[in-house]
């Protein structure tokens, strides 16, 4: 963990490349590219579609949002590989 200048906790969190379901409008399941974020201080997982920068910020709002530890004031960022 890392602080940065204004004192908030940095939140190391992992990105993964998944396949997600979703309903067509044909009514058939459909695989489509995402990703899962896992947060690296409580574990909680966030699957969002997409696999851009954006995507990963979507995620990161989620886990500000509802975080299961209430680390609701944090910053997020996807670990360096």
Do not use: N, P, T
Not at 9 to 24: D, M, P
């Amino acid at each position: 963990m890392r602080w940065c200048l204004k004192k908030h906790l940095v939140v190391q969190c992992e990105v993964e490349e998944i396949e997600l379901e979703i309903e067509g409008d044909d009514g058939r399941e459909h695989e489509v590219e995402g990703l899962c974020v896992r947060c690296g201080e409580c574990g909680k997982e966030v699957e969002v579609y997409g696999r851009s920068e954006r995507s990963v910020r979507w995620a990161f709002a989620r886990f500000r949002e509802d975080c299961g530890e209430g680390l609701g004031g944090h910053y997020y960022q996807a670990e360096s590989e």
